[in-house]
T-cell receptor
């Protein structure tokens, strides 16, 4: 079974500053994907960034980047130059790389508030 | 491309009733997954459909069921509603890339 742990229920950051959200996971799978999703007050779940476990290079999407430590089973999200629109719940998620197993396991989320 | 759409957006039902929720995936996406989001249990996987077949199922009672049509649109049904079924039900579609794109959700309230 897969578990995803987000140990920071709430965080805040000043506008234009950098913040890092933590995520750890536990799995016996060797091939998998990791994701960060953002859920703003509108409740629409938005894919922020994806990391394939077989890739050593950390994924980057504009102001969002990850620090993927496979041995430590750690997958943190760094948001640079924080903007007010980044205020949202952030969920870390895991998906095993198996044909016919297209389901996500989510962490409990981190509520991020960007302060003007 | 249009995003994932879900109808209705809000629904109020009474205990014991049944409900059907609908999800239209992104054009070309053949996989549709359903998730339940509650404050207590968080986000939990219900089931996934691919080419009209249930490919994967989460740990939910048989009252929760679904189906997928030839145009990839999917419905989920909950029978004999309980108060604990009150939740945000999210639908997500994906192509082969394993990236799931979510709809806006259906907020179900059971009274």
């Amino acid at each position: 079974a897969q578990t995803v742990t987000q140990s920071q229920p709430e965080m805040s950051v000043q506008e234009a500053e950098t913040v890092t959200l933590s995520c750890t996971y536990d799995t016996s799978e060797s091939n998998y994907y990791l994701f960060w999703y953002k859920q703003p007050p509108s409740r629409q779940m938005i894919l922020v960034i994806r990391q394939e476990a077989y890739k050593q290079q950390n994924a980057t999407e504009n102001r969002f980047s990850v620090n993927f430590q496979k041995a430590a089973k750690s997958f943190s999200l760094k948001i640079s130059d924080s903007q007010l629109g980044d205020t949202a719940m952030y969920f870390c998620a895991f998906m095993a790389y198996q044909t016919g197993a297209n389901n996500l396991f989510f962490g409990t989320g981190t509520r991020l508030t960007v302060i003007p | 491309k249009a995003g994932v759409t879900q109808t209705p957006r809000y629904l109020i039902k009474t205990r014991g009733q049944q409900v059907t929720l609908s999800c239209s995936p992104i054009s070309g996406h053949r996989s549709v997954s359903w998730y339940q989001q509650t404050p207590g249990q968080g986000l939990q996987f219900l089931f996934e459909y691919f080419s009209e077949t249930q490919r994967n199922k989460g740990n939910f009672p048989g009252r929760f069921s679904g189906r997928q049509f030839s145009n990839s649109r999917s419905e989920m049904n909950v029978s004999t509603l309980e108060l604990g079924d009150s939740a945000l039900y999210l639908c997500a579609s994906s192509s082969r890339s394993y990236e799931q794109y979510f709809g806006p959700g259906t907020r179900l309230t059971v009274t």
